[in-house]
């Protein structure tokens, strides 16, 4: 039995090989800077150990968090390296958890397959929501640019400011390195497949050093998760004919805004050891959540918003929604569009317990669907309300029944015609 890697056949034997540390979590440089300690600081703490202290390796972009325990050390390797360096590790063995600021890729869980679907919810755990923040000095008077605008720009097809309304300097690009899962995201979601990064470009493994760099160079643009935002300005991004976003707690956590992004820890399946299971758990309860939203990244524990409308709002929609405010949850789809996603399901438990500790009930709370641009009006209409009710029924095997619930259509989209964040559930709460 192997495992293929990069063209090379590595023994499953591997997957077993002796590990330095009792838990070693490798991969994405967003997940791993700071996030990732924290939530290892923050788990070793509820379980005893309230003195955790921080050691490097000698390797730059890696920590040792150590803790006692019962008078033997607990020691728990972090190596932020980048998201595919995470793959590489866990299919040896070397990894018990790989940090990744993307989704896993389908010729990754083809090669991981023969021990474990990383697709499935007990390998793929959704930790964090990032915004791929878009970030320029902030003297520049730019304050706004679409997707297409962007991909122009990084491919060195738009190489002066003035061409965007700012000033007549030569723009200079900062990017992360190739084996960053942020470069695959930006790369995936503003490149795509037409555009080449453009040749003149500096390039980081870590988020921080570039946005400090792009903040000191008036003439610089560059991308980092949200959490490095630090001195530099941040963009609103436009999608096709929706508004142009800024992320912030709600598009982000709604994952409304164009370049949200999910931050992923992965598990082979359930067969962890209990250190490395236990964490997960924590990560994705109220405490961890909680030590997300700390870190600078965006919380999935919702909380009630009320938006801010532009005159693009129908007065319909604001009708709709006038005694009401938002929660910080859409509820998505996995591609096919009938079958709640990884997240989804998780998301059921959360809007579950808001409501109990909030003292609310399932009559406080309104679904209201969505569908991309269809051939009918009509068609659309149906698909959106299919969505909401959707989501009542799956509402219901967690004991919130009879949500109700309606459609919109194919109206206010939030993406390009075709972008599947269009399809979606939004969750409103009325008002106190």
Do not use: C
Request: aromatic letters at 6%; zero cysteines.
């Amino acid at each position: 039995m192997t495992v293929t890697l990069s063209g090379l056949l590595l023994p499953a034997v591997l997957a077993f090989q002796a590990q330095a540390y009792n838990l070693e979590i490798h991969g994405s440089n967003t997940v791993g800077a700071t996030l990732a300690p924290m939530l290892v600081t923050g788990y070793l703490a509820e379980h005893g150990d309230e003195q955790v202290a921080s050691r490097g390796t000698g390797v730059e972009n890696e920590q040792v968090l150590q803790a006692p325990a019962n008078k033997l050390a607990r020691e728990v390797l972090v190596a932020a390296h980048g998201s595919s360096t995470g793959f590489k590790a866990l299919a040896s063995g070397q990894a018990d958890i790989w940090a990744s600021s993307r989704p896993v890729k389908p010729r990754e869980a083809e090669q991981f397959r023969v021990r474990a679907d990383l697709t499935a919810p007990e390998s793929e755990h959704v930790i964090a929501i990032d915004g791929l923040a878009i970030l320029v000095h902030p003297s520049n008077p730019v304050s706004t640019m679409n997707i297409e605008t962007l991909g122009r720009v990084f491919a060195g097809q738009i190489r002066n400011w003035s061409e965007l309304g700012g000033p007549d300097r030569s723009i200079h690009l900062y990017a992360r390195d190739d084996r960053s899962g942020t470069w695959d995201t930006f790369k995936s979601l503003v490149l795509g497949k037409q555009l080449e990064l453009g040749s003149n470009v500096k390039r980081y493994e870590s988020n921080d050093q570039l946005s400090d760099d792009v903040s000191r160079d008036p003439s610089g643009i560059g991308f980092s998760g949200l959490a490095s935002v630090r001195d530099s300005k941040l963009l609103a991004i436009s999608e096709g004919n929706a508004p142009a976003l800024r992320p912030n707690q709600l598009t982000v956590a709604s994952e409304d805004y164009p370049l949200s992004r999910r931050l992923f820890m992965y598990t082979p399946g359930s067969d962890v050891p209990p250190l490395a299971a236990g964490l997960i758990e924590f990560a994705l309860g109220p405490q961890g959540q909680a030590l997300v939203a700390e870190s600078g990244f965006i919380s999935q524990n919702p909380i009630a918003v009320k938006p801010e409308f532009d005159d693009s709002t129908p007065e319909s929609f604001r009708r709709l929604t006038g005694n009401y405010h938002r929660l910080t949850v859409n509820f998505r789809f996995s591609e096919g569009r009938t079958k709640l996603d990884n997240k989804a399901r998780r998301d059921l438990q959360r809007l579950q317990q808001y409501l109990i500790q909030n003292g609310r009930s399932a009559d406080d709370l309104l679904l209201i669907g969505f569908a991309d641009t269809q051939s009918h009006e009509l068609r659309a209409q149906m698909i959106s309300e299919l969505r909401a009710l959707s989501v009542r029924k799956a509402l219901q095997e967690v004991d919130v029944p009879d949500v109700a619930y309606t459609g919109y259509g194919q109206y206010m989209p939030v993406g390009g015609s075709g972008s599947p964040r269009n399809g979606r559930v939004e969750v409103w709460i009325k008002s106190r």
